[in-house]
């Protein structure tokens, strides 16, 4: 290798050495941030004040102006965000991603992803012991805390998590990516709709799931990109050092 290879090897892998520490400086940021607005949402619902005081007046503006047509729609939607289809779809990219990459890790990070979530609510739920919204106002039979949203909460970081490692490898097309993420976005959105739609959580409840979902999903990315070349494209135990 000649002295100007040498350098341009070099100059490249600082190159790519930068672009990790940015991306990774701005993937803990936003994921700081999300917890912090998590928090700030768990405030407000402790002390009923702050984003609290639109819960009830949204809901009850929902339940008086459904439509029977958009409530079908609504049902079908809410489903989505079920914990057994969040579990089959998170499964199902997991053991794509493996086999792609030749590594177990996706595997690992979608158990953490589904695991940790289900943890994650469940805890707050049984500490908060949120009423969900007066029965007359709920289309769907349920029963239990409302805060946070576990729809809200699962669909963010099953989406989240999926969308990453679809785009995972080199000599992707773009395509992929973008219409991994074009779907997923509204998805998380839509299914976060259907919930107060429907009348079994308030807005916050759906925020709150949000920010917990993006945040847990954000601290797997993080950890995945960190801690393997996966991000590169390369699988785990291919690399080879070379004279």
Known sequence: MTSTQETHSRWLGLTALRAAVVITAAGSAAVCALAVLFAKILDNVLDGDGVTVWDRPVSSWLAAHRDPGLTSVMRALTEVGNPPVLAAVMAAVAMVTAARTRTLLPIALGAAAYGGFLLMVVTVK????????PLPERVVAIDGSSFPSGH???IAVVTLVSAWMVTLGSGRPRWIGV??????????VTVGFSRVYLGVHYPSDIAAGWALGAAWGGVLI????TVTPLWRGHPLGRRRCRP
Request: charged share 10%.
């Open 179 to 188: 219409t991994a993420w074009a779907t997923g976005v509204p998805l998380v």
């Open 222 to 225: 993080l950890a995945g990109s």
């Open 152 to 154: 809200a909460a699962g």
């Open 126 to 133: 049984l500490a908060v012991g949120r009423p969900r919204p």
